[in-house]
């Protein structure tokens, strides 16, 4: 059994500290909601702690999933962040989807406290959280992430260090590079399926079991054919993960036309205040004959 703080109960954390509580480990949550926080402890065995910086004051293990880089330097470098209170050998392992120069920040910030670093952001949407059947992409040392992965197993259906730290965001902008191509594609696919007169279904059905398939078209296809994007992952979120990876594009060098196309068209949904609606609303604004 570990000792360990979570910080940040959204929906991919409330599950995934939830899934640490039910292997056994000691668990103290922040939230910077405090009914979160205490919602999860009705929820779930553990405690909640009034500040960052109290979760982690006796933890072996300090996890954090908030919203952007500025939030993540709040409830780690801030006036009552966790690096306040991290023991010497403590590990902070960061799920956050966030830039690859906030990583880097980290792990030397860690490096000056005695501490220890993981940038490890994850894939696999709300329902994989809550399956624990995530993926995770790590960038850190190889004996951290050795000393980690026993705890990564509560929610992780794979999970593999790629390099040094930064490395882990890195591949989720990699990740969501992919996602947004994928995404427009399918949209314009059932746009095309509705005009033509298909049966949608009986189309994807077959489709999806072919080089067509897709994790979006398996868990998207219907609910986009319903018109249903109420759920998910949000317009948001996507567009905060598309300016990291375009902003990275922009330092690296890589051209990215298609994914600063998508980019677009999520800002035109959001010019029509859909930026809550599910990624998957790709297909509304088609059919606004945009």
């Not at 960052?52 to 330097?73: I, K, M, Q, S, Y």
């Not at 969501?176 to 427009?184: F, K, N, S």
């Not at 746009?191 to 067509?212: T, Y």
């Amino acid at each position: 059994m570990a000792k360990v703080a979570f910080i940040g109960l959204g929906v991919m954390g409330f599950p995934m500290a939830g899934h640490l509580s039910r292997a056994g480990h000691d668990v103290c949550v922040y939230n910077r909601t405090r009914s979160k926080a205490e919602h999860w402890c009705e929820t779930y065995t553990g405690r909640s702690a009034a500040t960052p910086a109290e979760a982690a004051e006796t933890a072996d293990f300090v996890f954090t999933c908030v919203g952007n880089d500025d939030d993540l330097r709040e409830v780690t470098m801030g006036p009552q962040g966790v690096f306040g209170t991290l023991a010497a050998g403590a590990v902070l392992i960061d799920h956050t989807t966030a830039s690859a120069d906030v990583a880097r920040e980290l792990a030397r910030q860690a490096s000056h406290r005695g501490c220890e670093f993981l940038d490890a952001p994850v894939s696999g949407g709300q329902a994989g959280a809550e399956n624990g059947v995530l993926s995770i992409m790590i960038g850190g040392a190889p004996d951290t992430y050795a000393k980690v992965s026993p705890l990564l197993e509560a929610y992780a259906k794979s999970h593999r260090l790629l390099g040094e730290a930064g490395s882990g965001q890195l591949a989720k902008m990699v990740n969501q590079i992919c996602i947004a191509g994928l995404v427009q594609g399918l949209a314009e696919a059932v746009h095309f399926v509705k005009r033509s007169g298909l049966d949608g279904e009986a189309v994807f059905d077959v489709i999806q079991h072919g080089a067509a398939g897709s994790w979006q078209m398996i868990n998207r296809h219907a609910s986009m054919l319903e018109g249903r994007y109420d759920f998910g992952f949000a317009v948001d979120w996507m567009r905060k993960d598309l300016r990291i990876a375009l902003e990275e594009a922009r330092q690296n060098g890589a051209r990215l036309p298609v994914t600063a196309l998508v980019d677009q068209f999520y800002a035109d949904l959001q010019a029509e205040g859909d930026g809550r609606l599910d990624t998957s609303s790709l297909l509304k604004r088609l059919e606004k004959g945009g």
